[in-house]
């Protein structure tokens, strides 16, 4: 008997087949909460959101408020060795997005939300290590703590239950300014460390660009003493803004991470605070007018700035759609109604031989929950209505 075999049909069973198993090998074994992975202290363990989804009879987001949206978690549990105080370490994190992982962590029977008592609940917003934590944890109790990613983001990430705080504290950074960016590059920063931290050795000043995935550190500061023996206060630093853009500044007092001891105290954040810069005139700005120019309408890209809300703070990256290559990053903090058919020019990106370009646009709405939209936008002619891209 001779059999005949479809080779498309046989493609496609192959290649499902194929899909199907990378699938189940990315979702993690404790993304259901009866398999939750037992952490021992001190250990430190990697995993990932890729792949995970929710069992939605397990949590109950109206216990947690506007801390969590559900969409990718997976379930630890971890019992004290002594009671204390515990943190739970988060580092390594390497997401999709900007926003990171949250994390929550209760008490109560696993899967019956009822009984659950929330000790934590915190949403990162960033891939900085971080550390969450834990105070007055009772011996042999079991803690189940459950990490999702943030606003529907996908993470791989590490994560340690320990006696002591590793990375950043965690918390919610302050509002981005509404005001228009300033023209000054130069940012001088001043601040205080209290009497009470009697353990900090130094102060690291961390600065991230709103659309970075992580902080990063531009000075440490050791904290010095006078010939009294009393330790100095107040201090200060002066920075350069690396480009356009809006920065986010922290300032953490810590102990000698290398000479670590039982008296060793957490990092602690003494002040948050955000600068911005915006050139002149820099190429590919937002503009009706162009004084000098006789650039005509060709010359500009029509951006869909009417799709969002008034009083809005918009963020507008373009880049080259094939490489990936940054073109302009345009921060519009409260964007005003009558710049709605906001132009962009477009003239140097043409003359450079693109045909199209990729615009991210990220809103802060008033009120809201930000949001980006993605856009693939022609420059070579006329368009219809902008429609954002699904992820």
Known sequence: MHLTTNPMRAVLTLLLSWMLASTAAAQVPNDNIENRRLLASEEIITSS???CTVQRACVDEHLTGKCIEYHNDQWFEFRPPADGTYYVNLGGQRCRDVRGVQLVVLTGTPCQPATYRILSCTSFGTQDDLFVALPGLRAGQPYLLDVDGYLHDYCSFTLQVSGHARGLPAGPSPAA??????RARVVSLSWHVPDSLVAAARCRV???EVHEFRAKEIASLPLTRNSYGQRK??????DTLPGVGRYLYQIVAESDPAQPTEASAPPVLLQQRWASYSELTPPGDLTHDLPGSAATEAAFLVLPLSRYPRGADLTVIVSDP????LLSRLPLPAFPPKANRGRLYAEPWRAAGLSRVAVAITCYPPGGA???ERFLLSLTGPVGPAVPLSD
């Open 49 to 51: 959101t890729v792949g």
């Open 177 to 182: 300014p509404t005001d228009r960016p300033g």
């Open 206 to 208: 961390l600065r991230r």
């Open 233 to 238: 206060a107040d201090y200060a630093l002066t």
């Open 322 to 325: 094939a490489t990936g290559r």
């Open 370 to 372: 930000a949001f980006t």
